[in-house]
């Protein structure tokens, strides 16, 4: 069969598939403030198709990619769980998405309580007094609450230069340091998965800012040691980072800051609702405990002696401003219309599901992938391909393979401490239907890889495009068409 025409080869002169406003006055000055050799010189040869026409190409782009609302995305350490459309009709209200940045305060009051109270939320989630919502992402909570570390030090005179990072740690971690001018340290996990005191305390000195955690941890463990962790890093002076990207397993029911955690970021578009994937938009929200309060990024959010919200620039000891206006609000919005619709009983449901589906799906696959960790898991858990691999099946490949079912594949080969590692979250969100598929799903593969290989090294088979050369496709972008 012949393949389908693309959009441009559809083009015929004179078809329209939209409506241009009228161009007004208003529309020819602004036109004419923009520098010459900014303006477009020819026409800009986009396609002449009907409305249907336009709407067909969309869509067809929207199958071809795989989305939380078109199937399984058990993508570890992600969280990719599906949104409720209810928030995104929040984030849409006109209030919100037409009111300008640069507006005073006083016509902003609404806006402002919003984020009031959602900071509110995420201390009841946290433990922790004093939140941030400026950061727009997770590697950029991650940098604030580093910068937040480096400046407690140097106000106390102390230009420490190291970090400890755990070698179970989120993937970020490693970067975020070095992007902060510290250098990395890192331990080892014990046999059953977790960092033990006497590691931390073999490296732990007086030029360690702190240690970065995620907990629980890539391997889906929790930390059991944490509180001893705690002790002895500030014995030292040093404080404890908590990565949220894992936050999805201890709402309502663990909070970092009673334990010692001094900081920790949020992924607010992972565990609070927000399309995740793609590159953003994201929002990283910062929690510190009332010591690190003054360091955090300006401006603050604060109330005024008669009950009025305003941003407090005047924060001499900030580590600065990190984003323009106020981050990414539309995302804020998400979350704050996710808590409360869920409120703080539906919040620890979320965990406790999130836990017992992934307990469920590791014990359906432990017979057919070696599982290196037996321990229980929290929200997510680690499988290796390391059994197929002697079949001269990979992981990747099984992931191809899984690509022909209208499966998106786990993370591969993360952690790295583990060979041939397939990390998958199911979240709280997927049913036991699901989830019962995608475990026959993965049992078929492992069969295929013992009796017939090549069917899974030469996968995908029926997806709109095949298996790619992905180190040539990073490093020569095609992102033009040319008939």
């Known amino acids: 069969m012949d393949e389908p025409l693309l959009i441009y080869e559809k083009s015929v002169a004179g078809r329209r598939g939209c409506t241009l ?278 401006p603050v959010l604060e109330k005024d002696a008669d009950g009025k919200l305003f941003f407090n620039y005047d924060r001499p000891d900030s580590i600065g401003r990190l984003h323009s206006f106020y981050g990414n609000f539309a995302n804020l919005v998400r979350a704050y219309a996710y808590v409360r619709t869920l409120g703080g009983a539906g919040l620890r449901r979320v965990s406790e599901n999130a836990v017992i589906n992934a307990n469920y799906l590791k014990a359906l696959l432990c017979d057919d992938y070696d599982l290196p960790y037996k321990t229980h898991c929290m929200h997510e858990f680690v499988i290796s391909g390391s059994r197929q691999k002697k079949y001269g099946v990979k992981t990747l490949d099984i992931s191809k393979r899984l690509l022909d079912f209208g499966v998106h594949p786990p993370t591969n080969y993360f952690p790295l401490i583990v060979p041939e590692a397939m990390m998958i979250e199911p979240t709280e969100t997927e049913s036991k239907e699901t989830l019962d598929q995608f475990a026959m799903i993965m049992k078929q593969i492992a069969r295929e890889a013992e009796e017939n290989p090549e069917v899974v090294t030469s996968a995908p088979h029926n997806t709109p495009v095949r298996r790619l050369d992905e180190v040539s496709a990073a490093r020569n972008l095609d992102v033009r068409y040319e008939g």
């Open 21 to 298: 406003p009228v161009t007004t006055r208003d529309d020819v000055e602004i036109l004419a403030a923009i520098p010459e050799k900014y303006r477009r010189r020819a026409d800009a040869g986009l396609p002449e198709v009907t409305e249907g026409e336009a709407m067909r190409h969309f869509i067809g782009l929207s199958v071809k990619n795989h989305h939380i609302d078109k199937g399984f995305y058990p993508l570890g350490s992600c969280t990719m769980k599906y949104n409720p459309k209810l928030n995104d009709v929040a984030a849409s209200l006109p209030d919100f998405t037409e009111h300008h940045p640069l507006a005073p305060c006083s016509s902003a009051q609404g806006i402002l309580q919003l984020m009031w109270e959602l900071s509110a939320f995420l201390s009841e989630i946290s433990g922790f007094p004093s939140i941030s919502l400026q950061p727009v992402a997770g590697a950029h909570g991650e940098f604030a609450g580093l910068l937040i570390m480096r400046a407690f030090h140097l106000s106390r005179n102390e230009a420490r230069t190291k970090v400890i990072i755990p070698d179970s740690a989120h993937g970020t971690n490693p970067a975020s340091v070095a992007s902060v001018g510290f250098s990395a340290v890192q331990v080892k996990s014990n046999d059953m998965g977790v960092i033990a005191p006497e590691a931390v305390a073999a490296v732990m000195d007086d030029n360690v800012a702190g240690i970065m955690m995620t907990n629980p941890n890539t391997l889906g463990i929790f930390e059991t040691h944490v509180k001893q962790i705690a002790d002895i890093v500030h014995a030292r002076g040093g404080l404890l980072y908590m990565d949220g990207a894992n936050l999805n397993a201890n709402m309502g029911i663990f909070r970092p800051a009673d334990v010692g955690f001094d900081v920790m970021h949020f992924n607010l578009h992972k565990t609070l609702s927000t399309p995740h994937g793609g590159g953003g938009p994201g929002a990283g929200a910062v929690g510190v405990t009332r010591e690190l309060d003054k360091f955090l990024p300006r």
